[in-house]
């Protein structure tokens, strides 16, 4: 168990709904990630929280994404109308300020949009 | 800007034999190195890591990768494939220095273990 919990861990949704996903961190990890795997690929950063500032964001984070980390606590990563495109595992993971740069992951929650 | 080659997405591998999977990186400065491995339907869970100084690491499960700056290589190695190995490795390359730290993951091996 790394510590980090991820919800709902699936869900299925049709197109053109709006999705969110909510991440907890280990509670003394201040920097937040949240990544996207598809199949067959290894995970792909999206964006990036130090604290509640929302430091770094991917090409792949379309005007149709967005994150939040109020208070510097949980995260949610939601996605305005989704497309069938947008199926995949959506992957938060979690450090300390160190630079290690070592990440602990959540279990993930898988979209899958009909 | 960095990146990650792992050779062959999926490997064949006897009981018993040695399990190597390959992994080339590409980085402008100094890299960190990690192996995650990730079992169906379950998130990632570090292996082993290289941040500076020794170049062999020894890592959970019998695993252990070297370094090899000259090679830009971090190969991950196991004396002997057991059944439980069977899942999907990750190779990941993150930069020293100032920044996000972010990680940056090859598409993954996946050994077939053979009885």
């Known amino acids: 168990d790394t510590g980090v919990s991820q919800n709902p861990r699936h869900k299925i949704t049709k197109r053109g709904q709006n999705v969110t996903f909510r991440c907890d961190p280990i509670?003394?990890?201040?920097?937040l990630y949240w990544y996207r795997q598809t199949l067959g690929q290894g995970p792909e950063f999206l964006t990036y929280f130090q604290n509640e500032a929302q430091l770094e964001k991917s090409r792949l984070l379309s005007d149709r994404f967005s994150a939040e980390r109020p208070k510097g606590s949980f995260s949610t990563l939601e996605i305005q109308r989704t497309e069938q495109g947008d199926s995949a595992m959506y992957l938060c993971a979690t450090r300390t300020s160190g630079d290690t740069g070592e990440l602990f992951f959540g279990e993930g929650s898988r979209l899958t949009v009909l | 800007a960095q990146s990650v080659t792992q050779l062959g997405s999926h490997v064949s591998v006897s009981e018993g034999a040695l399990v190597l999977l390959r992994c080339n990186y590409s980085?402008?400065?100094?890299?960190?190195l990690f192996w995650y491995v990730q079992y169906p339907n379950q998130g990632l869970q570090l292996l082993l890591k290289y941040t500076t100084g020794a170049t062999l690491v020894k890592g959970i499960n019998g695993f252990e990768a070297e370094f090899k700056k000259s090679e830009t290589s971090f190969h991950l190695t196991k004396p002997s494939a057991h059944m439980s190995d069977a899942a999907e490795y990750f190779c990941?390359?993150?930069?020293?220095?100032?920044?996000?730290?972010?990680?940056?993951f090859g598409k993954g091996t996946k050994p077939s273990v053979i009885p």
């Open positions: 509670s003394e990890h201040n920097r």
């Open positions: 990941a390359v993150s930069s020293s220095g100032a920044g996000s730290y972010q990680l940056t």
């Open positions: 980085s402008s400065v100094p890299p960190y």
